[in-house]
């Protein structure tokens, strides 16, 4: 690595690597954030690298316990640059802060404190005790938005929730009858399987399940172990026991949400499947939170309309992602409805991207307010 004299630059030049090593992981660790981490001994000819670490699959090991495994005996004396708050409590891992001091780290940069009510502060708390320089906030707006859904999780008891749209130029999401159609073409495709990959649970209505019979998996090259939960909003548990979503409830799990008064019978045999069936009752925000229970920290929305003008009456989209295709589909089709509106022209929602992928437009929104 090139040597810079500006401390600061060094510092926000690393820890922008340690938030994009964690991003690699994105929608693999719930219920744990996805955390990136660096052991740097920094050396008269410029910082080195001693150590690298991100959260794995499932939430463990921390970060910082595969940074400071690489380091060994190099990281007594170094930095650590991580992107969120070194853990303070005791689970199945030891803390992390306490693993840096007996690593003798003689400096911690973190991006941000942990508002995990288990840390808060007291990760921070021990490195200062032992003795360590400790800076916070270095990189805390792009570590933050990595971590968007652990913190929401956290903080509002429900995920961080992506709403996708594919709209034909005529303003339509289906064909007549919710017929499915095909509104874009490779590349926005690809774009949208990106989506499932870094996404914790992919959610649809029952209508869009039994419309369109999807797999809702991630189809990408030799990324199928990246394939979301699959979440099914089914009231009254509907979906036929051959759906395709129950053909590999072994490889990529099924939850059905129903409203608690299903058919047992029904439930029985679609458990029997693979399903696993939960029960919330009072409307999408319940749903959201049950998720957030079972320790999903982000969802995609991807069907269907009702289920986005649900999440959209109810201020529960934080993000969206509208892929324009060039087909249109005519006068019957499903047309996108009061979400679309809301995000486009309701001021809620500012447009922070937008890239031309082949004859598709990918928008990207944030909510503003």
Sequence with gaps: MPATSEPAERDARLMAAAIRLGSRELGQT???PAVGALIVRHEPDGPVVVGRGWTRKGGRPHAEAEALAEAGDRARGATCYVSLEPC???GRTPPCAEALVKAGISRVVSATEDPDDRVSGRGHAILRDAGIELVVGVGASEASAVNAG???????????????LAVSRDGMIAGPGGAPVAITREHARAASHMLRATNDAILVGIGTALADD???TCRLP???DRSP???VLDTDLRLPGTARLLANTADVPVWLVSGGKANPARKSVLEARGAAVLTADGGIRAVLETLAGQGITRVLVEGGAAVAASLSETGLIDHAVIFDGAVEIGPHGIPAGSALAAIRSGGAYRRVDEAKLGDDVMSTYLRSR
């Design 30 to 32: 719930w219920p744990n």
């Design 88 to 90: 303070s409590h005791h």
């Design 150 to 164: 652990h913190i929401m999780r956290v903080r509002a008891g429900r995920p961080w929730v992506t709403l996708k």
């Design 214 to 216: 999807p797999d809702l």
């Design 222 to 224: 030799g990324m199928a």
């Design 229 to 231: 939960v699959r979440v």
